[in-house]
Nanobody
Framework: QVQLVESGGRLVQAGGSLRLSCAASGRTFSNCAMGWFRQAPGKERELVAS????????YYADSVKGRFTISRDNTKNTVYLQMNSLKPEDTAGYYC????????????????????WGQGTQVTVSS
């Protein structure tokens, strides 16, 4: 059974930084893409960043380019989201997700490619 557990969310001031972690278990993840989504109250879930199985390809939403960095450590089955220069509009629940196995050379950019989800961690950015 696939299990994804996010951590690292908290209250932070605007301009600050956070690093989210997602620990995966239940099967091998080294051949799966991983992604971070976020959802604010009243808004649709948004793909923030994704990374392919090797880490060689990444995708970022325009709203976070240059501020967020996704990375992974396949030896630890963990994916990270480094968030810098945080803004109040980054406030949301952040969710980790993974794809089915497949060694694609490209980072996925659609929510429909991610069938497995974690429970989320809350990030609140105060102004």
């Amino acid at each position: 059974q696939v299990q994804l557990v996010e951590s690292g969310g908290r209250l932070v001031q605007a301009g600050g930084s956070l690093r989210l972690s997602c620990a995966a278990s239940g099967r091998t993840f080294s051949n799966c893409a991983m992604g971070w989504f976020r959802q604010a109250p009243g808004k649709e879930r948004e793909l923030v960043a994704s990374i392919n199985w090797s880490g060689g390809s990444t995708y970022y939403a325009d709203s976070v380019k240059g501020r967020f960095t996704i990375s992974r450590d396949n030896t630890k089955n963990t994916v990270y989201l480094q968030m810098n220069s945080l803004k109040p509009e980054d406030t949301a629940g952040y969710y980790c997700a993974t794809t089915r196995p497949g060694n694609s050379g490209y980072a996925p950019n659609s929510v429909y490619q991610f069938p497995y989800w974690g429970q989320g961690t809350q990030v609140t950015v105060s102004s």
